[in-house]
């Protein structure tokens, strides 16, 4: 039974004892999270009892009002857990008889159309961005070099959209068009387009699914606690350094043939042998034009601008306590896709170096949208299916949410933080909390 303890006030005097402000407390228990509210609740009804005692007097009232306990689909719990995650609408659970296929036919036929004028014209802007961040950073002097980078990593970042459209069959009608355009846009980011577009397929294939999702899993119980060293490591990937973690996927999922099937290899190495080529012939000529200083203004720190946006884009995609992971037995397609991915509204000239990457939603009901096509589909997703979406605008709250509260699953409650389960080798944990904003 939830109740709601209202308009509890002690008032205190003696000797002893200073005068206790009244303060209102509201308490709200539900489905196992606790709310409090500091807040003025109605009073009819109180009784007050005086109670002396020499030169002391209190006056205690105190009244318990039953209340109905919120369900965990009802509209005032939504707007409780919007509020604690930092989102702007947490949607209702879609019908169990809503199929992904029943989402996909209420989009305009217009949304899934490739227009080539379009695609190109992405490709001019990513191009023209990345050359204005290298002019910035040849003449930035030392201490505006920062914003430089910033411009420059989140222009470059649009190129890995325009491979991301090429993977999936989005930018144009020529597929040998697509995949040299993939594959020239990934080199400045050192990404292997194939082995990437094989990894990803799968992560649309099984959004959200326990083990078989190639994104932001939660981590298991198990590895956890599997030894001291692996913890501590886990603490700060999926804490402070988090921002960076994509680097890890690039490097520890997509440069071993061992980890693609027979059919994809072929493919996979030759994506290699072009990545192992811009290296070698891109990497000395920036240093024998630049220097190694000049390799690290130029390349490398864009390069993890980009990485910050990666893995910054990809969490807020998919992770939130609210959003859960689920087994190949209890995963069902529409809910994953809907009910599972995170619409997040960024300034808008990152949405436009980055070809509206996050307006993800859509692009979970279908990959085959164009990036140009999907506020479009988004419009109509919100007409169709609106209450069902989980919405945010970039915050500081739902960023230390993430970072701080969605870190080793539990199925009763998706995640259960690392503070939790071993509150002494957490401090890295304490320190963003302490660190990070909070507001929304």
Known sequence: MACRLSDSMLLSKGPYHKPIRSQRIGAHCSSGICYLKWDKLPQKGIKRQKCSHRNRTTFVQAIAVPVAPSSPDSTEYRKQLCESYGFRQIGEPLPDNVMLKDIIDSLPKKVFEIDDVKAWKSVLISATSYAIGLFMISKAPWYLLPLAWV???????????????????????????????????????????????????????????????????????????????????????????????????????????KKFR?????????????????????????????????????????????HFWMSTFTMVHHTAPHIPFKSADEWDAAQAQLNGTVHCDYPSWIEILCHDINVHIPHHISPRIPSYNLRAAHKSIQENWGKYLNEATWNWRLMKTIMTVCHVYNKEENYVPFDRLAPEESLPIAFLKKLMPDYA
């Open 151 to 257: 411009w420059t990593g989140t222009a470059v970042t649009g190129f890995f959209v325009i491979g991301h459209d090429c993977a999936h069959k989005s930018f144009s009608r020529n597929k040998l068009v697509e995949d040299i355009v993939g594959t020239l846009a990934f080199l400045p980011l050192i990404y292997p387009y194939e082995p990437w577009r094989f990894k990803h397929d799968r992560h649309h294939a099984k959004t959200n699914m326990l083990v078989e999702d190639t994104a932001w899993q939660p981590i298991p119980k198990d590895e956890f606690d599997s030894s001291p060293l692996l913890r501590k490591a886990l603490i700060y990937a999926y804490g402070p350094i988090r921002p960076w973690m994509s680097i890890a996927h690039w490097w520890l999922v997509h440069f071993n043939l």
């Open 262 to 306: 027979t059919s994809e290899v072929k493919r996979a190495a030759i994506s290699l042998a072009c990545v192992f080529a811009f290296m070698g012939i891109g990497w000395p000529l920036i240093v024998y034009k630049t220097g190694i200083m000049g390799w690290v203004k130029f390349w490398l720190m864009p390069w993890l601008g980009y």
